[in-house]
């Protein structure tokens, strides 16, 4: 069985800095595109960034500038570093990863169970 699993949440100070972590395991041959979306209380789950496998990323305006987005092949893991936080950026973490279990080049979406920043003023 293939899962995602988030760490690095917590709480943090506006102006200050988190690095979220999520690493895919199981047999996996490979992954696309990997990415993380945040839920805030109350609203739609909406795109933060997303990185192709070959390294290409893209972000929401809201972010651009302040998170980046990277990922270690190896490890299959991808990698959000948040700086400049703002009390704005409080959310749900989830991390989403396009990955092939089959060896067939098929891409199963699996999303990982979340984990929540909290950014206080």
């Known amino acids: 069985q293939v899962r995602l699993v988030e760490s690095g949440g917590g709480l943090v100070q506006a102006g200050g800095s988190l690095r979220l972590s999520c690493a895919a395991s199981g047999s996996i041959f490979s992954i696309n595109a990997m990415g993380w979306y945040l839920q805030a209380p109350g609203k739609q789950r909406d795109l933060v960034a997303t990185?192709?496998?070959?390294?290409?990323?893209n972000y929401a305006d809201s972010v651009k500038g302040r998170f980046t987005i990277s990922r270690d092949n190896d490890k299959n893991t991808v990698y959000l570093q948040m700086n400049s936080l703002k009390p704005e950026d409080t959310a749900v973490y989830y991390c989403n990863a396009d990955l092939d279990v089959t060896g067939t080049r098929r891409y199963l979406e699996v999303w990982g169970q979340g984990t929540l920043v909290t950014v206080s003023s």
């Open positions: 990185i192709t496998s070959g390294g290409s990323t």
